[in-house]
């Protein structure tokens, strides 16, 4: 599981927590001296029992639909013949928005935490949300879902995705972002590919799935909202991109707790073959297709290959 990959010292953003390209282009070296690079098809009949490979299978993944999967982390996948799975979300590309999640990211790495930190909750006017800070988040979940921030950004993390209500949130930390980085549409299409750039990935065999519509934990919206976000995703991959063999979905966030049953049901109805989850682990013919497990690309992988086969994700 990948999110940023670039040269983070050459963008307007050195502090955001990526992978570097270099790195990129030696893990994925080291990957394929040791697994199966798979593709979802082979990765699906090796879950189906239909086939057995002599080397565990590794799949790459890539969330968020960020710019540099167009331009850099395609064209190294390309030369390899290796499949990537790109999960993207869908408002971004469509309305030039700019997801929440990502404006904290972007804050996070311009401004110092003591600032950031301080005027978001100013931003926020109201004494019970500054309370809900400290009062209202559960460490020991917050530090399982961000295992690589401090306790103290974790908490602020958790609490900014989870806890906070998007009506309070959202107005609070668009006007940070329009104070301190500019407008909003700008950003989008610098930070996002485009629907243009998607089709061009499919073309030298890449994989487009969806990663919601708005970037919101789906096990916390009401059925309504949850059904317009994931039929409003589906769509506009099928209006925007080339028909593909199988549609994956990667929940936003990840953890056990970001998505349910109902979510599950949802996709199974708009026809996606299966999702991703950002629990640790690898998969076998045991695996949930709707919660397959992902490792970070921070994370040292098991470099072992055998006959107990499995899949890396």
């Known amino acids: 599981m990948y999110h940023y990959v670039m040269n983070m ?24 001296e040791v697994y199966e690079m798979a593709t979802l098809e082979s ?27 167009y331009t850099e982390v395609t064209p ?20 030039f928005t700019l997801a929440t999640v990502h404006m904290n990211h972007l804050l996070m790495a311009s401004l110092d935490w003591a600032t950031y930190s301080r005027e978001f909750v100013q931003a926020l006017q109201s004494p019970e949300h500054e309370a809900a800070l400290q ?35 959202d107005p609070a930390v668009k006007s940070l972002c329009k104070h301190y980085l500019g407008p909003e549409d700008k950003l989008s299409r610098e930070l996002y590919l485009g629907w243009n750039e ?6 030298a065999g890449m994989l ?13 919206l009401r059925k309504m909202e949850l059904r317009f976000d994931l039929e409003r995703c589906r769509c506009l991959l099928d209006k925007h991109l080339y028909p593909q063999q199988e549609w994956p979905f990667s ?8 998505y349910d049953e109902r979510t599950i049901d949802e996709l199974k109805l708009l026809e996606f073959d299966c999702s991703f989850s950002t629990e640790k682990g690898s998969n ?30």
Not at 14 to 30: S, T, V, Y
Not at 137 to 163: G, I, L, Q, S
Not at 198 to 203: L, T
Not at 251 to 258: E, L, Q, V, W
């Open 43 to 69: 990765a699906f009949a090796f879950l189906e029992g239909t086939y057995k490979p002599k080397r565990d299978l590794c799949l790459l993944t890539f969330d968020d639909g960020l710019k540099e999967h």
């Open 251 to 258: 929940y936003p966030y990840g953890k056990s707790d970001s």
């Open 284 to 313: 076998d013919c045991k695996t949930d297709l709707y919660s397959i497990r992902r490792n970070d690309c921070k994370m040292t992988l098991p470099f072992r290959s055998g006959s107990d086969n499995r899949i890396i994700s």
């Open 208 to 220: 487009i799935g969806g990663h919601s519509h708005r970037h919101r934990p789906l096990s916390k």
């Open 76 to 95: 190294i996948l390309a030369e390899k013949k290796i499949q990537g799975l790109f999960f993207v979300i869908t408002n971004c590309l469509e309305e």
């Open 9 to 32: 010292a050459k963008t307007k953003y050195p502090a955001l927590k990526g992978m570097c390209l270099e790195d990129f282009r030696k893990q994925i070296d080291c990957l394929a």
């Open 198 to 203: 998607a089709r061009e990935m499919q073309r």
């Open 135 to 169: 009062n209202k988040v559960n460490m020991e979940v917050a530090t399982r879902t961000y295992p690589w921030d401090t306790p103290e950004v974790a908490r602020f993390k958790y609490f900014f995705n989870f806890v906070l209500p998007a009506g309070a949130r």
